[in-house]
């Protein structure tokens, strides 16, 4: 079993849709979690953070975390056909430490 | 968030030659890089830890001496790809901790798609 599982998709939904992207894990040790995007051929660029259980919102985007079941989720609001990346989950158990992602999934808005 | 630049963003090169990546940090010191390796359509494998005046710290099954890794200073960390061979085709990323309003975090490089014919 992986530490960290990611549905892979694609998941294709329609402009202006509500997306939700969602990850599980094992290591109850996990307390940073945090989400990436990554545009083909780029590297991640992190979009949300957030410490221990709890809900983060940014603009179009917020992340939950519930240590309890093990399950973290990021919600995209509103989706634009720019937000079609693949969306990363990553986690570590201590700040700044070694990250374990998830494999990813590819998401695709369309017009 | 803090910038962190990489080059080349790609690089194709002959079987047998060596290539060097480089990652700096831009506007921080970072006393840790990480490099990673990316297939395509699976997730980031972490190749090692870089640590600015010292030896990088490889993961399991990461060859030391095909991959050598110099972090000389608190800005930069260049990643080596020794004899380079067509499996070793793949996107290499880097990656440092910074500081920002939450803590400390873990920012990306631009990645370098690496073909070796």
């Known amino acids: 079993q992986k530490e960290v599982e990611q549905d892979p998709g694609p998941l294709s939904v329609p402009e202006g849709a509500i997306v939700s992207l969602n990850c599980t894990y094992s290591?109850?040790?996990?307390?940073?979690f945090m989400w990436y995007r990554q545009y083909s051929r780029k590297g991640p660029e992190l979009l949300m953070y957030?410490?221990?259980?709890g809900n983060k919102e940014d603009g179009r985007f917020t992340a939950q975390v519930d240590k309890s079941s093990k399950y973290i989720s990021l919600f995209i609001r509103d989706s634009q056909p720019s937000d079609s990346a693949t969306y990363l989950c990553?986690?570590?158990?201590?700040?700044?430490?070694?990250?374990?992602f998830g494999q990813g999934t590819e998401l695709s808005v369309k017009p | 968030g803090a910038v962190v630049s990489q080059h080349p963003s790609w690089v194709i090169c002959k079987s047998g030659t060596s290539v060097k990546i480089e990652c700096r940090s831009l506007?921080?010191?970072?006393?840790?890089m990480f490099w990673y390796r990316q297939f395509p359509k699976q997730s980031l494998m972490l190749m090692a830890t870089?640590?600015?005046?010292?030896?990088?710290?490889?993961e399991q099954g990461v060859e030391k001496d095909k991959f050598l890794i110099n972090h000389a200073s608190l800005t930069l960390s260049t990643l080596t790809v020794t004899s380079a061979h067509p499996e070793d085709s793949s996107f290499y990323i880097c990656?440092?901790?910074?500081?920002?309003?939450?803590?400390?975090?873990?920012?990306f490089g631009s990645g370098t798609q690496l073909s070796v014919l």
């Open positions: 990656s440092a901790r910074a500081l920002d309003r939450d803590g400390e975090k873990l920012f």
């Open positions: 290591n109850s040790a996990f307390q940073y």
């Open positions: 957030t410490y221990s259980s």
């Open positions: 990553a986690m570590s158990p201590n700040q700044g430490g070694k990250l374990i």
């Open positions: 506007d921080f010191q970072a006393t840790t």
């Open positions: 870089s640590n600015e005046g010292s030896k990088a710290t490889y």
